[in-house]
């Protein structure tokens, strides 16, 4: 740490690991979109399978949608296997456990705020959306593509089992 002239201490910059700014990365790890991003994956999940997404799959959600170098990479569709995209995106893979482990504390605040906002509600330990978002963000916006992921990974996610995600991915829940 430094101590800037005025004596008060100053905190390090944080360390993301995202090779992205720290202040995009604040950004996207506020609370409100990540209930945002969880609404819409639990919304593909639920056209999937009715009893809504099991809240670990949270953790794997998250990560995926906010990280950009994951986002270029996905699929247009859900035809691409979950299990074969990963293989083919070993380096993706690779760093997934450290963005995963970053991100616990925002995925948190983020299902809290969802839940206290009635963005979701829990049942039974599985996550369905509460509303259907009234607005969508404009096209070509970092917001409109971190939605537009987390769709398709609602859905991917839906046609696997929960352990064999995190499994794959390098993670336990």
Known sequence: MTTPPTGQIRAPAAETGW??????VTAMLNPALIATLLSTAADAYAHRQASGM??????IAAPMALHQGTRSALPASTRTHLFTWIGRHPVLRAGFPSRAKATVAPVRAG???ALRHNVLELHH????????????????????AILRS???IGAWMADNETAAIFASLGVEP
């Open 125 to 144: 330990d599985c996550l369905k959306p509460a509303i259907k978002p009234s607005m969508k963000p404009p096209r070509d916006t970092e917001t409109h």
């Open 19 to 24: 090779n992205e700014p720290v202040a995009l």
């Open 150 to 152: 987390a769709r398709l």
């Open 111 to 113: 299902l809290r705020f």
């Open 54 to 59: 099991p809240w670990a799959l949270s953790f």
